[in-house]
């Protein structure tokens, strides 16, 4: 638990009765966020004053505030939390007046709709106590870390979305997840991050509160102390958006980086591709209420827009950002990109031959854009306990990865937590995440009970229709004009027929003689008369990861079965007893 979250949700227990619990965050995430940017400005307060007072300009200003403090935001108000509390009756106007005074990239407060807050406080007679609260908490970065800050923000989030009984795993995915997906992302490229004075792109479409981007910089910066990460992100929740993009700003990045807006509508970095880019997608969401939108930019945009190899079903879009992705990874002539998204296990597998999930899965594998695929410990997020995986996709892969993909059975690198956090039983410690990535290192020469290497086209299969004849009332089958037979459409069946079956490495190349070759041996055998419809064969792709890692248990000796069984029957007689009596 973060002991400043804790600190701080302790004085929405001043906000009881006038507000519910539910709408405590509407006042503290405002003014945690404020009251840090503060911190971040009074040093430097009376010079800005001084710049603005000297330049009408918002551009020039900026650009004078910069070298004067190496800050790309600021604040020109007369008013800070060390002297708002000075005129008691012009509390509520001098905090409009502050809030409103904000560099124009500073527009975080707007999302929270805080003007109303603020008149409510007033009203309420709670505006003065809670500032007096605040103005004594010192968030200043040196004094509180970015990486508590964070912890903080997270912890309000889940007690806000407790109160209201919704699900934080919206707004932020766990740390110990995001360390494991950000060293695998960077992994591949470690020894090109080492280079001094480099300088790197990062992506996230669904930044959230900025977990992912904060700690991707912690991990290259941890390597690199001279490295540069510039930081990108699109988030669609006001609040989330108001929290990252305020955590940049107090970090000194370009807070025009971070967007507002639905990514799967509207894509504000259209046209701009990244070096690394990263997402935990909202997992089993309908976008059935996008679809019109999303379809529309799919036919428009032709075969190199972001949706062209497919649409997943409208029930869940997890997908969608997979391919957005994919389209936001810098280009291989530019130098290439590198991809990480985590999501569940429907993506692996839903959806038959040539379904729109089929047809996504192809693209990538067919195109060899899946590098690896980890699975990760169940119970590990805060609002689900089901399987969840982290893909990562690179465009430029090493010489020694082409033409494959890694599996990479993490499920059972785990550690019980002391307390449970909503759904969150379970976390990854470092070295759990250790391990993860020295089998992703170590790729041919891992452990074969936790890696395993395929080649791209064993995820591939062809969905063949087996058609047998029509018999009339004599037992003979009928036939059409041509005297052909005419199929029963009772006795249809299909079969999926493995790229590779028999040993075959032929792929598609080798599509008839692998199809014949497993017709003649696996069901001419059963059903004489049976025939290919070769007009209906299908393509399809899947990734049936636990396959790949299933280990057969005997069941156990048929004595010890029964031996159990008479023992619970006993106990069950003995129930009985003592209810008749």
Request: hydrophobic content about 35%; overall charge negative; aromatic content about 10%.
């Amino acid at each position: 638990m973060s002991a400043l979250g804790s600190f701080i949700w302790s004085i929405a227990d001043q906000l009881r009765g006038p507000y519910r619990p539910n709408q405590y965050g509407n006042v503290i995430l405002p003014l945690t966020i404020l009251r840090r940017l503060d911190c971040i400005l009074e040093p430097d307060r009376e010079t800005v004053r001084a710049l603005a007072a000297k330049y009408d300009n918002p551009n020039r200003l900026k650009i004078e505030v910069k070298k004067a403090t190496g800050r790309p935001f600021y604040n020109i108000s007369n008013y800070s939390f060390a002297n708002l509390l000075a005129d008691a009756d012009g509390l509520a106007d001098n905090l409009a007046d502050y809030i409103d005074r904000f560099s124009p990239d500073v527009d975080v407060f707007q999302y929270f709709d805080f003007k109303k807050e603020i008149l409510a406080l007033e009203k309420a007679g709670l505006l003065r106590e809670v500032i007096t609260s605040f103005r004594a908490v010192n968030l200043h970065p040196d004094v509180v870390s970015n990486a508590d800050m964070g912890d903080a923000f997270e912890y309000i989030i889940r007690k806000f979305n407790e109160a209201a009984n919704e699900t934080s795993g919206d707004h932020y995915t766990p740390r110990d997840a995001i360390r494991l997906l950000v060293d695998l992302l960077f992994a591949e490229k470690d020894a090109d991050l080492t280079e001094a004075d480099i300088v790197r792109s990062l992506y996230d479409p669904t930044a959230g509160t900025g977990g992912m981007l904060a700690l991707a910089e912690e991990h290259l910066l941890a390597q690199n102390p001279g490295a540069k990460l510039r930081l990108y992100g699109q988030e669609y929740n006001p609040q989330s958006y108001a929290i990252c993009k305020s955590d940049l700003l107090a970090k000194g990045h370009d807070a025009t980086n971070i967007a507002f807006g639905n990514t799967l509508t509207d894509d504000t970095f259209k046209g701009r591709q990244f070096d690394f880019c990263m997402s935990n997608p909202p997992y089993g969401v309908d976008w059935k209420q996008y679809a019109k939108a999303v379809t529309k930019e799919r036919d428009e945009a032709g075969p190199y827009g972001r949706f062209a190899p497919g649409l997943p079903a409208t029930s869940d879009g997890q997908m969608l950002f997979l391919l957005h992705l994919v389209h936001k990874m810098r280009a291989p002539e530019d130098g290439g990109g590198r991809a990480g998204i985590v999501m569940n296990g429907s993506p692996l597998f839903n959806g038959a031959a040539e379904s729109g999930p089929s047809n996504i899965r192809k693209w990538l594998l067919e195109n060899d854009l899946v590098d690896a695929i980890v699975a990760l410990p169940t119970n590990m997020f805060f609002n689900t306990g089901i399987a969840t995986y982290i893909w990562i996709l690179d465009n430029t892969k090493h010489p020694d990865r082409k033409g494959l993909v890694q599996l990479i059975d993490g499920t059972s690198f785990w550690t019980k937590m002391r307390k449970s956090l909503g759904s969150k039983g379970r976390e990854i410690s470092d070295a759990d995440r250790a391990r993860a990535v020295e089998l992703y290192s170590d790729f041919t020469d891992a452990d074969p009970d936790y890696s395993k290497v395929l080649r791209t086209d064993e995820f591939g299969y062809w969905t063949v229709t087996v058609e047998r004849p029509l018999l009339d009332e004599s037992g003979n089958p009928v036939v059409d004009r041509k005297g052909k037979p005419k199929p029963d459409t009772k006795k249809r069946d299909t079969e999926n027929v493995p790229f590779t079956y028999g040993g075959s490495t032929t792929g598609v190349a080798g599509k008839v003689e692998v199809i014949r070759a497993y017709f003649d041996a696996e069901v001419k055998p059963h059903v004489s008369d049976a025939w290919i419809d070769w007009s209906k064969v299908k393509t399809g792709y899947e990734i049936p990861f636990t396959r790949h890692f299933y280990k057969y248990v005997p069941p156990r000796p048929l004595a010890e079965i029964d031996a159990d069984l008479e023992k619970q029957v006993a106990k069950i007689l003995e129930l009985l007893r003592e209810v008749e009596q």
